[in-house]
């Protein structure tokens, strides 16, 4: 079965950087697309980007021109870098695996999840 790891969470001052990865095991990596979510306490998890299987990504609004993704399927690894965060950047973050064609944007468009790493942006 699909297994995803995260990693690179941490406490990092407003303006700084942070590369979250994203370890996966039990199938073949190429198969799949990935989305990286973000959630706080009390509300919805949040989608924040996503990577197709031929490596084309997606953002939304919040986060497009400060986030960028990649994938490494030799190492069967995910990436998220994440710059100039602010502090409302604050989360929980979760990558998430998909054997679908299309990066969706919800949480139903994906079948395994990580088990989330910590990101702390101070003022």
């Known amino acids: 079965q699909v297994q995803l790891v995260e990693s690179g969470g941490g406490l990092v001052q407003a303006g700084g950087s942070l590369r979250l990865s994203c370890v996966f095991s039990?199938?073949?990596?190429?198969?799949?697309?990935f989305g990286w979510f973000r959630q706080i306490p009390g509300k919805q998890r949040e989608f924040v980007g996503g990577?197709?299987?031929?490596?084309?990504?997606y953002f939304p609004d919040s986060v497009r021109g400060r986030f960028t993704a990649s994938r490494d399927d030799v190492r069967n690894t995910v990436y998220l870098q994440m710059n100039s965060l602010k502090p409302e950047d604050t989360a929980v973050y979760y990558c998430?695996?998909?054997?679908?064609?299309?990066?969706?944007?919800?949480?139903?468009?994906?079948?395994?999840w990580g088990q989330g790493t910590q990101v702390t942006v101070s003022s």
């Open positions: 998430a695996a998909s054997g679908g064609v299309i990066i969706r944007t919800s949480t139903t468009g994906y079948n395994d």
């Open positions: 039990g199938d073949t990596i190429i198969y799949y697309i």
């Open positions: 990577i197709s299987r031929s490596g084309g990504t």
